[in-house]
């Protein structure tokens, strides 16, 4: 946590461009759940225009094709 606001709070103080991602909702930025964090988010929010990438999860549909041919790999093995 200490090290994620060192690197975020000094681009900030030299005006540095800063991308953030992450898998946050916009309202947990805004309510954060402590000081430390509010410390990181409140620079964030000031710094970054927040951006909503929205839509089908690639990852997901990955994982599920995977997942079936691991299930059919075994499925042949256990008929030999």
Same mark, same amino acid.
């Given at each position: 946590?200490?090290?994620? @606001?060192? =690197?975020? *709070?000094?681009?900030? /103080?030299?005006?540095?461009?800063?991308? =953030? $991602? $992450?898998?946050?909702?916009?309202?947990? %930025?805004?309510?954060?759940? *402590?000081?430390?964090?509010?410390? %990181?988010? *409140?620079?964030?929010?000031? /710094?970054?225009?927040? =951006?909503? @990438?929205? +839509?089908?999860? @690639?990852?997901?549909? +990955?994982?599920?094709? $995977?997942?079936?041919?691991?299930?059919?790999? =075994?499925?042949? *093995?256990?008929? %030999?």
């Amino acid at each position: 946590m200490e090290q994620m @606001f060192t =690197v975020i *709070d000094s681009r900030y /103080w030299s005006k540095k461009p800063l991308i =953030v $991602t $992450t898998n946050l909702k916009l309202e947990e %930025i805004e309510n954060p759940p *402590d000081l430390a964090h509010a410390r %990181i988010y *409140d620079r964030i929010l000031e /710094w970054c225009a927040p =951006v909503l @990438f929205s +839509g089908k999860n @690639f990852r997901e549909e +990955g994982a599920r094709v $995977t997942k079936a041919a691991a299930k059919e790999i =075994v499925r042949k *093995d256990n008929k %030999i």
